[in-house]
């Protein structure tokens, strides 16, 4: 693909966009830097960028056989993608399979009980505010989007962790919950982002351990090993 990268137009807390020559297209670079608690915990995960880079490229083209219809375009770089432009729905989406982290403190529960079926929880994405939980009358009311588009983005994340359960779960691995953003590309839901260990929880499935992000905000150690576990499993399917 004969793009021409352009100027830097967006830097997150994981990834940078720059815009094209094509105005429907952006190039993803993936960076090492590591955040969390709404950006109050800062760091580096060494070479976390490549790997995320290539687990979320190859997650992404099995959901597009799946009929998913995602931003990404193809994998250009060790750290970069060309992504279609959305225009981002501010609405973080979570699927829960397992009680953990925020579910867990909210109801006092403890980690790892199966959910009887998944549950879906919308946030507005905001850093500001803290990413506020809300539900679909804000969003309606807010005009984050149509009622034909959330029940899109609910029909959409429900077939993407049905899909990515049985991934992880043929790698021994156990999907305990992960977010999804979503964007508008010429009139349709079109899931954008990444899927990484950044926004999973992951479990070993036999011994529970860790293979996410939380490593990196519960201190647990074994930051970069963890994701280079997840990475092998991952790319030798």
């Known amino acids: 693909m004969s793009l021409v990268k352009e100027q830097q137009i967006y830097e997150g807390k994981a990834k940078i966009l720059y815009a ?3 105005a429907n297209k952006l190039i993803c670079y993936f960076k090492d830097d590591a955040t969390a608690f709404n950006n109050q915990k800062k760091g580096t995960i060494v070479n976390k960028g490549v790997l995320n880079n290539a687990m979320s490229t190859k997650i992404f083209q099995k959901l597009a056989e799946q009929g998913v219809p995602t931003h990404l375009v193809e994998k250009i770089s060790d750290r970069e993608v060309v ?6 729905i501010p609405i973080e989406v979570i699927v829960r399979n397992v009680v953990a982290g925020s ?14 079926f998944p549950i879906i929880e919308l946030c ?17 009311v807010f005009e984050f989007c149509t009622e034909e588009e959330l029940r899109q983005i609910k ?12 991934l992880f779960d043929s790698v021994d691995i156990r999907l305990v919950d992960f977010k999804l953003e979503f964007g508008r590309y010429e ?27 939380d490593r990196f905000r519960r201190d647990l150690g074994g930051v970069e090993e963890a994701y280079q576990v997840v990475y092998n499993k991952i790319m030798g399917l």
Do not use: M
């Open 103 to 116: 579910l867990a403190k909210r109801f006092g529960f403890d980690e790892g009980k199966a959910l009887k």
């Open 83 to 88: 992504v279609k432009k959305l225009e981002i």
């Open 20 to 22: 094209t020559s094509d």
């Open 124 to 140: 507005y994405k905001d850093d500001n505010l803290g990413d506020p939980f809300i539900n679909d009358e804000h969003c309606l």
């Open 187 to 213: 009139g349709q839901v079109v899931l954008g982002d990444e899927i990484t260990p950044d926004g999973c929880r992951l479990w070993d499935k036999k011994t529970n351990e860790k293979l996410d992000k």
């Open 155 to 166: 029909k959409l994340a429900h077939q993407v962790n049905k899909f990515l359960v049985g």
